[in-house]
């Protein structure tokens, strides 16, 4: 399709252009993830801990203040993937980050 082409927007019910019907498809799939205060996190990320974790099944404590560097989406609007040494699979929880 070139960008003179016009489709029909079934949710709309309006005709568009394809490519902006293209680029409204593509900004769908996608989550936003948003931090403790409302700053939009993004893949390789660094983040600061506002809270003291206790760790499920690693017997340890994350303190407030510890930075995760690197982080990963998920999908979930409201979890993130992350590395931290001594902890595999660690899977944080938004809200109790802050973008560094």
Not at 59 to 64: E, N, V
Not at 80 to 95: N, Q, S
């Amino acid at each position: 399709m070139s960008d003179d082409d016009y489709v029909y927007d079934e949710d709309t019910g309006e005709w568009v252009s394809a490519a902006e019907l293209f680029a409204k498809r593509e900004l769908a799939g996608q989550v936003e993830v948003r931090d403790a205060v409302g700053n939009l996190l993004a893949d390789g990320d660094q983040v600061t801990l506002i809270k003291d974790l206790d760790v499920k099944g690693a017997g340890q404590t994350l303190k407030r203040g510890t930075l995760i560097k690197s982080i990963r989406l998920t999908g979930d609007p409201q979890e993130i993937d992350c590395r931290y040494e001594g902890i595999k699979g660690l899977v944080l929880r938004a809200e109790f980050v802050r973008k560094r």
